[in-house]
Structure formats: structure tokens, C-alpha cells
């Protein structure tokens, strides 16, 4: 059986993520990764791997099934997703929720024009937590949706910490408060604003000299990032911050409480612990990519969202197998 061919473009945290989740595979095989960078100045982790400028992908364009495209979503996929689905079938992690409805039309637009299949969003916000967003709404009407997050690194905190006077480095968890967790599986649909749901924690290297209570003020009161948080702020060496804070853990839960019938009280809950955000995420794109590849010989061409993708899709399992072993 010939393996599906894979392209990578950007190589950052999900596209070195990427080339490991490939690997893990029977089915598929990848070709090349691109870059915006020098080509010849990239030094990757695995030598093996063929490297080319984004300038030269449109030569691949029959020599690749999918590009999975790993840029960010602030300001690379908006170019690049309507770029790539004008030549190859795509899977991107595009995760700006606000915009996506105008993301899906940009795409959609390229991609059925074009007769490629681009599916966007994908990975586990959005992607795995909207499916279950979704199925536990329609499943069980009478409800209520609660997303929580982490625990999990948050970049744009981390960054917040890093700017306060004093602070020579440091990182930020976002943590799913234990009380309000409780709270929504006993069934009780509380009213939780994003604050109450959650928790910061942040753990910070001083410079020498350095006064901790200023800084731990500073941080607990900076408005929009901590001060209407529950936020902990907790003193570390450099080593035990390289030692102990050098990871990337994510993940959180999916909860929707409700009534059926006589008033029965029903918890659906959906939850993801990660050790990496990155490498599960690219993990994700890659399953994701079958179903890209398989839609698109189907002729089923345009933007797609993880809502459209059956699951069988993404499985490396045929049908059969499927129905006989995993029903
Ligand atoms: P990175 O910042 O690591 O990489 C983004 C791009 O930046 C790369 O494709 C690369 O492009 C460039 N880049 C990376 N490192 C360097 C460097 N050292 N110097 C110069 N350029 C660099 O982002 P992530 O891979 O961590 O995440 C990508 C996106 O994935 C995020 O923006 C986020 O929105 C999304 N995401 C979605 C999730 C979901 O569940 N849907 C979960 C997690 C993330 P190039 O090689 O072309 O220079």
C-alpha cells in the first residue's frame, strides 16, 4: 500500500511535533518540511529530514497528499491556509476562535475553487473540545456547557510576568479551580465567570537584590492578566526553573450537566491531561490529515471543520476492523 505524503510547512513547536507524530505512523510518510527561514541555517533535531524555502512548495505539488501547515494563527495561517489551499489538501490548528467563521469563508473559497480540501481548526481547542461541545449539547438539550483549561503554560501570561520590574524570569499556569470543578459535576449548572473557573500560578526567578513583595504585588494586581484571578506567586533558583518549568503541559475538561426525561441528572464530561501542548496537538493535525487526504479522493473539496469528519476518517483502521474491534 503506498503511504499518504506529508509536507510540514513552518517549523516551530507543532511542526518539530509534527515530524515526531508522523513517525508513530504506518500509513504515512513525510517529504519535506518548509520554511520561512534559510533553508541551510535551520538546524532540526532529525537530520534525515529534507528541509526547502516556502517559496520552492509549489514544485511539490505533486509529490505531496497534505501540507500540514504549523504556523501561527495570529498572523500566519490567515496568509498561509487560503495560500496552500490553492495547491495542496491542508490541515491547520488555526485557534483565534473569534475569527474562524471568517477564516472558514477565506479558505472555503480557495479550496472549492481549486478542488482541494482544507480542514481548519483542528487540534484540541478547537478541535477534540468543540466535538464534545457539541455532542453533549445535542445529546443532552436541557444542559449546560463548561470549558476548563489546564493545567496549562500560558504564553501570553509567562510574557506579562517576564515584563514586571525585578523579574528575571518566570512562568505562568493557568489552573481549573478544584471548587468550581466540583461544583459542575454535582450537576448544579453554577453561573462561573472565566475567573471563577480558574486559577493563576506563577512561578518567577528575581533578580538579585530584587524586592519579592513589590513583585508579588505587581503581578497579583495587573489588571486584565491577574488582578481578578485567585493568583499565587511563588519564588524559584534559575535551575529549578529550567529543572521543574521547561515542559509545555496542557489540557483541561469538557462538562455538560443536564436533565432528561423525569429530571435524571446526566454528566457528560470529555478531559485531556498533557504532558506537551505541542506534540499532542500536532499529533491531532496528523490523525487529521487521512481524513483530509481521504475526503479530498472522494471529491469532497472546500474548508471542512472537525464537525464534518467522520471519525473512521482519521483512523489508520479500515472499516471492518473498526465496526468488529472498537464498536
Ligand atoms: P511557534 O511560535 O513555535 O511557531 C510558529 C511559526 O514561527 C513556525 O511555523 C515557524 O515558521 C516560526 N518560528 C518558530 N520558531 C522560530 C524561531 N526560533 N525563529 C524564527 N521563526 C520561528 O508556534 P507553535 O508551533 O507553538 O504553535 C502554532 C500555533 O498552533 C499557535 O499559534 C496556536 O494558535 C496553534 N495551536 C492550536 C491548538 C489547538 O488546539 N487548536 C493548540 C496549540 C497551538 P518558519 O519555519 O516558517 O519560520
Known amino acids: 500500500m503506498s503511504k499518504i505524503k506529508l509536507g510540514i510547512v513552518g517549523y516551530g513547536n507543532l511542526g518539530k511535533g509534527a515530524i515526531e507524530a508522523i513517525k508513530q505512523t504506518q500509513d504515512m510518510e513525510l517529504v519535506a518540511v518548509f520554511t520561512r527561514r534559510d533553508p541551510q541555517h535551520l538546524h532540526l533535531d532529525d537530520q534525515n529530514v529534507k528541509v526547502a524555502h516556502i517559496s520552492e512548495a509549489s514544485d511539490y505539488k505533486n509529490d505531496i497528499d497534505v501540507m500540514l501547515l ?16 490553492s495547491m495542496f489538501n491542508t490541515v491547520d490548528s488555526f485557534d483565534t476562535h473569534a475569527k474562524i467563521p471568517e477564516f472558514y469563508k477565506s479558505v472555503n473559497e480557495v479550496a472549492t475553487k481549486n478542488n482541494t480540501t482544507a480542514i481548519i481548526s483542528v487540534g484540541w481547542d478547537p478541535g477534540l473540545f468543540s466535538i464534545n461541545r457539541v455532542m453533549a449539547d445535542a445529546i443532552i438539550p436541557n444542559g449546560e456547557n463548561y470549558t476548563f483549561w489546564g493545567k496549562g503554560l500560558s504564553q501570553g ?96 475538561f469538557v462538562i455538560r450537566g443536564g436533565n432528561t426525561g423525569a429530571g435524571h441528572k446526566q454528566i ?4 485531556l491531561k498533557l504532558d506537551s501542548n505541542p506534540e499532542f496537538t500536532s499529533s491531532v493535525l496528523v490523525a487529521y490529515a487521512r481524513a483530509a487526504y481521504r475526503l479530498n479522493n472522494e471529491k469532497q473539496f472546500g474548508a471542512k471543520t472537525v464537525y464534518d469528519v467522520a471519525p473512521g476518517y482519521i483512523s489508520p483502521r479500515s472499516p471492518e476492523e473498526l465496526r468488529r474491534d472498537y464498536l
Open 70 to 85: 504549523c504556523g501561527g494563527s495570529a498572523t500566519d495561517l490567515p496568509e498561509q491556509t487560503p495560500y496552500f489551499a
Open 157 to 252: 501570561h509567562s510574557d506579562a510576568v517576564r515584563r514586571v520590574t525585578g523579574v528575571k524570569n518566570g512562568v505562568q499556569y493557568t489552573i481549573p479551580s478544584e471548587d468550581a470543578i466540583e461544583n459542575v459535576r454535582s450537576g448544579e449548572n453554577p453561573e462561573l465567570s472565566t475567573a471563577e473557573k480558574h486559577n493563576r500560578v506563577c512561578y518567577v526567578v528575581a533578580e538579585e537584590g530584587a524586592d519579592q513583595a513589590a513583585i508579588e504585588h505587581e503581578i497579583k494586581t495587573m489588571p486584565n492578566y491577574f488582578a481578578e484571578y485567585n493568583t499565587e506567586v511563588n519564588f524559584i533558583s534559575e535551575e529549578e526553573l529550567k529543572r521543574d518549568h521547561s515542559k509545555a503541559p496542557h489540557g483541561g
Open 268 to 271: 457528560y464530561e470529555f478531559s
